[in-house]
Structures are given as C-alpha cells and as structure tokens.
Nanobody
Framework: QVQLVESGGGLVQAGDSLRLSCAASGRTFSIYTMGWFRQAPGKEREFVAAITSGGGSTYYADSVKGRFTIFRDNAKNTVYLQMNSLKPEDTGVYYC?????????????????WGQGTQVTVSS
C-alpha cells in the first residue's frame, strides 16, 4: 500500500507560481511512475504531468507545457509540480497518483494510488 499526501496549494493571482508536493509512504517509491491530475468543478479529471520511476522521462499536457515542471526526489519519497505563470484556467483540485510501470502515463485509470488532493485557485 502506498499513501500519498499532497500539499502546497493555495490562492494566487494570475502569473504567480506555486510548487506542489506529494509525499509518499513506504520504501518502494522509486519503482513507481508518478502523475499529477487536476479537476475543476463540473469538469472531468484531466492529466497534467507525469514522471517515470527513475525520473528519466517526463510528460505534460499541452495546456501546461513550458509552464509546469514535474520532478522527483526518490531519496525523500516526494514528487513535485512546479507551476509557473499560472492562469485562471489552472484552477482546480490537484491530485498526485502512483502507478507501476512506465507506460500509459496520461490515463487516470492506470494509477493505483491517489492522494486526497490540494486546491489551487488562480484569480484573474
């Protein structure tokens, strides 16, 4: 079992930056692909970013490319999402998730473990 706890969300203005953190339990963090998803009220949960278990490959939704960066520190059992140049459309609850195998990283149904989410609100 893997427990994930997100933190770092908040209320910011357009153009601001936030760094989200996701801390994982256990000693097997390094074998998991980690992803970030977000969900706005009334909308489907959407893929944001993912990073493979060794950190060698990253993936981003088109809407966040060039603005967001995902990275991980396996020694700290933590994955991060650095969000720059935030826009109002980035508003939503952000979830981190973990899956085995470094394939099909953008599909939410592939992920086994999910955090509770952290709210990000970007005002105009």
């Amino acid at each position: 079992q893997v427990q994930l706890v997100e933190s770092g969300g908040g209320l910011v203005q357009a153009g601001d930056s936030l760094r989200l953190s996701c801390a994982a339990s256990g000693r097997t963090f390094s074998i998991y692909t980690m992803g970030w998803f977000r969900q706005a009220p009334g909308k489907e949960r959407e893929f944001v970013a993912a990073i493979t278990s060794g950190g060698g490959s990253t993936y981003y939704a088109d809407s966040v490319k060039g603005r967001f960066t995902i990275f991980r520190d396996n020694a700290k059992n933590t994955v991060y999402l650095q969000m720059n140049s935030l826009k109002p459309e980035d508003t939503g609850v952000y979830y981190c998730a973990a899956k085995r195998f470094n394939t099909i990283v953008a599909r939410s149904t592939e992920y086994e473990y999910w955090g509770q989410g952290t709210q990000v609100t970007v005002s105009s």
